[in-house]
């Protein structure tokens, strides 16, 4: 299995601009795990879905952030307007079962100028 | 968010030394987890630990779920270069509730 994919790798945006984020989980995982790194707050869960479900969006800071998964192998999470306190890495992650090992993504490196 | 406390935040040794780093939490949990994330990658699972008191061995890598419940440790035994990186511990506090990271420890191995 070729793991986690997820795109860009690298983004530079400008403030105000829209940025998506997309990730592929591996083929069969039902959980899917959104993070974002940063050095002041270090990794921090934003979203998960289960079997293409929302289940927890308490870690999205706010409404400018949103998250899909409109089917079992894509998903996106969209910053819109973007704003320089969102640059980080962002992670995405999934698993076979809630409680099982999340495998994670190289990260997206997010820069917004 | 809740973050766990991992000591030290770095650590410089020589190549050959053993190393130790530990976690804790003001919250019992019920899995203590331990990553190593590489530059520019994704963190990688290294070991989990499902039981008070469990310790389990990954090659040179050793864990420990503490007793309480509320710490864990990690300890790397005769280090080399490719063990440079971040070591995160994680924590669970329920079944199905969501992991929480410690801030991470950045080891760098001198040859």
């Known amino acids: 299995d070729a793991g986690v994919i997820q795109s860009p790798r690298h983004e530079v945006t400008e403030m105000g601009q829209e940025v998506t984020l997309r990730c592929k989980p591996i083929s069969g995982h039902d959980y899917l795990f959104w993070y974002r790194q940063t050095m002041m707050r270090g990794l921090e869960l934003l979203i998960y879905f289960n079997n293409n479900v929302p289940i927890d969006d308490s870690g999205m800071p706010e409404d400018r952030f949103s998250a899909k998964m409109p089917n079992a192998s894509f998903s996106t999470l969209k910053i819109q307007p973007s704003e320089p306190r969102d640059s980080a890495v962002y992670f995405c992650?999934?698993?076979?079962?809630?409680?099982?090992?999340?495998?994670f993504g190289p990260g997206t490196r997010l820069t917004v100028l | 968010g809740q973050q766990l406390n991992q000591s030290p935040q770095s650590m410089f040794i020589q190549e050959g030394e053993d190393v130790s780093m530990n976690c804790t939490s003001s919250?019992?949990?019920?899995?203590w987890l331990w990553y190593k994330q590489d530059p520019g990658e994704g963190p990688v699972l290294l070991i989990a630990l499902y039981k008070a008191g469990e310790l389990t061995s990954n090659g040179r890598l050793t864990a420990q779920f503490g007793i309480t419940r509320k710490d864990s440790f990690l300890n790397i035994s005769a280090s080399i270069p490719s063990d440079v990186g971040i070591y995160f511990c994680?924590?669970?506090?329920?079944?199905?509730?969501?992991?929480?990271f410690g801030e991470g420890t950045q080891l760098t191995v001198n040859p």
């Open positions: 992650a999934s698993s076979q079962g809630v409680d099982n090992e999340q495998f």
């Open positions: 994680a924590g669970r506090e329920t079944s199905g509730s969501r992991l929480t």
């Open positions: 919250s019992i949990f019920n899995t």
